[in-house]
């Protein structure tokens, strides 16, 4: 069974950076599609970025384009999300995901129904 930790949360200002972390462990992470997630008090859960398991297929909500990347650190099992020039509308509790086994080889899809593995969540607070 997939296990999902996510780290680097934080307070900060509008403008600032933060880098988030999803260790994966029961599986190696090479071979997880991963997904970020970021919910709101009372609103649904949003897709912010998913990668495939090969790494070719990477997407963004149309939001957090040119701001945030996503990547892979096979060696250390982690998936990152590097977040640049926050907003306030960034906020949020931000978690990881895995499709496991993945719904359609090769890619990753931007809907939380198809993620079977969740961590724990991790918050975000863009506020001055």
């Known amino acids: 069974q997939v296990q999902l930790v996510e780290s680097g949360g934080g307070l900060v200002q509008p403008g600032g950076s933060l880098r988030l972390s999803c260790i994966a462990s029961?599986?190696?992470?090479?071979?997880?599609?991963i997904a970020w997630f970021r919910q709101y008090p009372g609103v649904e859960r949003e897709a912010v970025s998913c990668?495939?398991?090969?790494?070719?297929?990477?997407f963004y909500r149309d939001s957090v384009k040119g701001r945030f990347t996503i990547s892979r650190d096979s060696a250390k099992n982690t998936v990152h999300l590097q977040m640049n020039t926050l907003k306030p509308e960034d906020t949020g509790n931000y978690f990881c995901?895995?499709?496991?086994?993945?719904?359609?080889?090769?890619?990753?899809?931007?809907?939380?129904?198809?993620?079977?593995?969740w961590g724990q969540g991790t918050q975000v607070t863009v506020s001055s």
């Open positions: 990668i495939s398991s090969n790494d070719k297929s990477i």
């Open positions: 029961g599986f190696t992470m090479q071979t997880l599609v």
């Open positions: 995901a895995s499709d496991s086994p993945p719904t359609i080889e090769n890619t990753c899809i931007m809907i939380e129904r198809f993620y079977d593995y």
